[in-house]
């Protein structure tokens, strides 16, 4: 944390602040945007100096903070050095078409999930308006290796929402509305489950113990969703 903050501090001397200045000036921005404190540090600052973030606004901090807590914690993250690639800051944004305006969104307490069995490529594309965040839809080889050619079964777990519910992350991230509203399930030949991951496509509660995460949210009898 401490080489961030120094990193951060720098960029803004060179830049020809003071550095008392400078220090406070990232303090402050640090306790409005918890998630400044990255790896992004430097591209935020040059989004901040460049005027395409209102540091007064404490609307426009609190979606960037959204937008760097899905940026940091997916896979999403990797394809951007620390300066995003030199890219402005509504530019990135709309490549991932985050819904960072919308209102929080709570799932219905009646909410359900069907499973539905997906037995190829072709079959997941009908739904790549709704999990183009995953890798295993980004081609055929790709699937095929998750699936091992059809050896493992793949599974959508879909809640009734899963169409309406915006893309923006929430309290909770990864594990909030949008994360939780569908999982893909992958299935051994002997049935047990090999792994579960949520919508963002990021490390979340089910990774640890996958078999109890579904046993949790779809009952005792959970594995019937899966036949």
Do not use: H
């Amino acid at each position: 944390m401490d080489k961030i903050f120094d990193t951060s501090v720098k960029y803004l001397t060179d830049l020809g602040a003071d550095r008392q200045e400078a220090e406070a000036f990232v303090k402050d921005l640090c306790d409005k945007v918890p998630a400044f404190y990255g790896k992004f540090c430097i591209g935020v600052l040059r989004w901040i100096m460049e005027e395409e973030i209102d540091v007064e606004n404490d609307g426009e901090l609190e979606k960037l903070n959204l937008f760097l807590m899905f940026i940091s914690n997916t896979e999403a993250g990797d394809f951007y050095d620390g300066n995003f690639n030199g890219m402005p800051y509504k530019d990135v944004v709309k490549i991932f078409d985050l819904a960072l305006d919308a209102p929080d969104y709570v799932a219905p307490k009646d909410a359900r999930y069907t499973a539905v069995r997906v037995q190829d490529y072709d079959a997941l594309m009908r739904f790549k308006n709704w999990t183009a965040d995953w890798c295993i839809t980004a081609s055929e080889l790709a699937f095929d290796g998750y699936s091992k050619g059809g050896e493992n079964r793949f599974f959508l777990l879909l809640r009734d929402d899963y169409r309406d519910v915006p893309k923006k992350p929430c309290p909770g991230f990864p594990d909030d509305s949008y994360g939780t509203s569908i999982y893909c399930v992958i299935v051994n030949p002997d049935g047990s489950i090999d792994s579960v991951t949520n919508r963002w496509n990021t490390p979340s509660a089910a990774d640890d113990d996958p078999e109890g995460f579904l046993r949790k949210l779809l009952g005792p009898d959970f594995i019937t969703y899966f036949k």
